[in-house]
């Protein structure tokens, strides 16, 4: 099954520098990537995904590469602010089968004002 | 509004004594799942369900058990519940059909002494 791996584990920044976060993956045939923001106490939810026809989607002030020739991919965020602080999941699936969804360990962001 | 919720939200039990936590949606999503959240180890599938009557193991199933009698309801059941299931549990629900963004419940923490 898909094993993916996720780093650092924790990260802090200050307020107005990036943040990146790294994910690899180990299953080739994996084509959904979505990253999940957790903000403290409560649920995950999605900020951004990448499906495996594309190499990089931005939104506003994140963006998400993929590298499917090494087989991983990474969430990028600008100009980080106070309420980008979470913890963030990525994870890698097939299309159409969620019951292969992996989740990697996760990232704790925090953005120092 | 369109939501998946869980009750209860906290839970103090002993060990040996049942529970069931549960889960609904209104979406009328085919693909539903339980996720148990513990420092470090990211989100872990504890079940999952690809539809009415069908329900698979995920990577940590031991010491629970599920059901799906109805598309929106999938309970999560601990016969006799042992202080290593303490953690933060989450339920999450999607459609099969297209790239497929999990939504996830408001989570329940539950403590088993």
């Known amino acids: 099954g898909e094993n993916v791996e996720q780093h650092p584990s924790t990260l802090s920044v200050q307020e107005g520098d990036s943040a990146v976060i790294k994910c690899t993956y180990s299953d080739s045939a994996s084509n959904y990537f979505p990253w999940y923001k957790q903000e403290l106490g409560k649920r995950p939810q999605l900020i951004i995904d990448i499906r495996s026809n594309v190499g990089e989607k931005k939104d506003q002030r994140i963006a998400v590469t993929l590298n499917k020739t090494a087989k991983h991919f990474s969430l990028h965020i600008t100009e980080t602010q106070p309420e980008d602080s979470a913890v963030y999941f990525c994870a890698a699936s097939k299309v159409r089968n969620n019951n292969d969804m992996r989740f990697g360990a996760g990232t704790r962001l925090t953005v120092k004002p | 509004e369109a939501q998946v919720t869980q009750n209860p939200r906290y839970l103090i039990t002993v060990t040996g004594k049942k529970l069931t936590v549960t889960c609904s949606q209104n979406m009328n999503h085919e693909y539903m799942s339980w996720y148990r959240q513990d420092p470090g180890l990211g989100l872990r599938q504890i079940y999952y369900?690809?539809?009415?009557?069908?329900?698979d193991k995920g990577d940590v199933p031991e010491g629970y058990k599920v059901s799906r009698k109805e598309k929106r309801n999938f309970p999560l059941i601990l016969e006799s519940p042992s202080p290593n299931q303490t953690s933060l549990y989450f339920c999450?629900?999607?459609?099969?059909?297209?790239?497929?963004?999990?939504?996830f419940g408001p989570g329940t923490r539950l403590t088993v002494l």
């Open positions: 369900s690809m539809n009415v009557e069908v329900t």
């Open positions: 999450a629900s999607s459609l099969v059909d297209s790239y497929n963004e999990q939504f």
